[in-house]
């Protein structure tokens, strides 16, 4: 699916933030400048958790106050596995207080089985999406965001 602009990017955000639910899982995937911080801007602001920032210098950016929480993690400038365990990555993953996003998430093995996938690719202006869930609970996230982004913007 096509996301025109910066706007409809968080407008994709924060439909996933109306459907995540505590112990929710998101792999972000796509390269520099792809959209996964505009995306989670719009997800935490739906949530009612303020404003996100990208956690590329401080890694792990936790946003409090909103319906549930929502760790917001880059593993960009992780370079060895074993960084993962400060980051305390296995303790966010799957807590029922809160979603965990994950963005570069495919530089190491450590999505939970049922996770959702996005992936983001941009070409200029433009930005595409894929949604894709690895269980059922992924799943039921990438249909259901999917046929709201079908959806004229409102």
């Given at each position: 699916?096509?996301?025109?602009?910066?706007?409809?990017?968080?407008?994709?955000?924060?439909?996933?933030?109306?459907?995540?639910?505590?112990?929710?899982?998101?792999?972000?995937?796509?390269?520099?400048?792809?959209?996964?911080?505009?995306?989670?801007?719009?997800?935490?602001?739906?949530?009612?958790?303020?404003?996100?920032?990208?956690?590329?210098f401080?890694l792990?950016?936790?946003?409090?106050?909103?319906?549930?929480?929502?760790?917001?993690?880059?593993l960009?400038?992780i370079d060895r596995?074993?960084?993962?365990?400060?980051?305390?990555?296995?303790?966010m993953?799957?807590?029922?207080?809160?979603?965990c996003?994950?963005?570069?998430?495919?530089?190491?093995?450590?999505?939970?089985?049922?996770?959702?996938?996005?992936?983001?690719?941009?070409?200029?202006?433009?930005?595409?999406?894929?949604?894709?869930?690895?269980?059922?609970?992924?799943?039921?996230?990438a249909?259901?965001?999917?046929?709201?982004?079908?959806?004229?913007?409102?």
């Open positions: 699916m096509n996301l025109p602009d910066a706007d409809a990017t968080r407008r994709a955000g924060a439909i996933l933030g109306g459907l995540v639910q505590g112990g929710d899982s998101i792999a972000l995937v796509g390269d520099l400048g792809a959209g996964k911080t505009t995306l989670v801007t719009g997800l935490v602001a739906a949530i009612g958790a303020g404003d996100a920032a990208s956690p590329t401080s792990v950016n936790e946003y409090v106050g909103g319906r549930l929480i929502v760790w917001h993690v880059d960009y400038r596995e074993r960084e993962l365990v400060e980051l305390g990555l296995e303790e993953l799957g807590d029922r207080r809160g979603v996003v994950v963005e570069w998430a495919d530089k190491f093995a450590v999505m939970p089985r049922d996770h959702l996938r996005i992936e983001l690719a941009h070409d200029g202006d433009t930005r595409s999406i894929t949604l894709t869930g690895t269980g059922p609970r992924g799943q039921a996230l249909s259901a965001a999917s046929a709201e982004l079908l959806q004229p913007a409102r």
